[in-house]
């Protein structure tokens, strides 16, 4: 069965430094892969994603997320934090083979990313 | 050019009775997904529907829960007889065609709390 997992809760960075946030994936066959970001008591917005190509994909905020296929995983990185990127960050993953539904996004259960000054 | 637009924002309603969630999805979007977010969980996949049709519910709970995505109108998430366990944000995203490959556009949620 496809599964996403986020093994770390809450990541915490001082601000200026560069961040990491973890994900793996398990899925048959080759997957898209897909970073979502969370605000205090909003939606979900779309940072980047992997479908094929240059492992190194790179997003909005200054963010990117490296495809490895042998670790199957898809962390999300950024080069320099802000205190304005503390949120809920979301791993998902769509199977490509899985003939089903092309909606269903499976996520992780979602890393909270504090950026201290 | 407005997002996905969910209402309402809050909803409170008693055990036993009825909360029906909307969801209008952007323009020219016409796939429409619904995800719950439980406390200190990720997003559960419910249902995804396209115009006047249920396309995937296969993570819909078999009672209690229906959605329907009208050739007219918003889409509707509908909850019967409502438990203290469906306390939960619901979460309507929407897509314009259906793709693999594509990302969801996400509403800011309707959470329900059932005193």
């Known amino acids: 069965a496809q599964s996403v997992a986020q093994p770390e809760d809450q990541v915490n960075v001082a601000e200026g430094n560069p961040l990491t946030v973890k994900c793996t994936y398990s899925?048959?066959?080759?997957?898209?892969l897909f970073w979502y970001v969370q605000y205090p008591n909003r939606g979900l917005q779309f940072l980047l994603k992997?479908?094929?190509?240059?492992?190194l994909v790179k997003g909005s905020y200054g963010f990117e997320a490296e495809f490895n296929k042998s670790q199957t995983s898809f962390h999300l990185k950024k080069p320099s934090a802000l205190v304005s990127d503390s949120a809920l960050y979301f791993c998902a993953v769509r199977d490509r083979v899985y003939g089903g539904s092309q909606g269903n996004l499976i996520f992780g259960k979602g890393t909270k990313l504090s950026v201290k000054p | 050019n407005a997002g996905v637009m969910q209402n309402p924002r809050h909803l409170v309603r008693r055990r036993g009775q009825e909360a029906r969630l909307r969801c209008s999805p952007m323009?020219?979007?016409?796939?429409v997904y619904w995800y719950r977010q439980l406390p200190e969980e990720g997003l559960k996949f419910m249902v995804y529907?396209?115009?006047?049709?249920?396309?995937?519910e296969s993570g819909m709970p078999k009672e209690r829960f229906s959605a329907e995505f009208p050739k007219e109108g918003p889409s509707i998430l509908r909850i019967q007889q409502v438990v203290r366990g469906d306390s939960a944000a619901y979460f309507c995203?929407?897509?314009?065609?259906?793709?693999?490959?594509?990302?969801?556009?996400f509403g800011e949620g309707s959470r329900l709390t059932v005193l």
């Open positions: 992997y479908i094929t190509g240059d492992n």
């Open positions: 899925v048959s066959g080759n997957p898209y």
């Open positions: 529907l396209q115009k006047e049709n249920i396309i995937d």
């Open positions: 323009k020219g979007h016409s796939h």
């Open positions: 995203a929407s897509s314009p065609v259906a793709s693999n490959t594509g990302e969801l556009f």
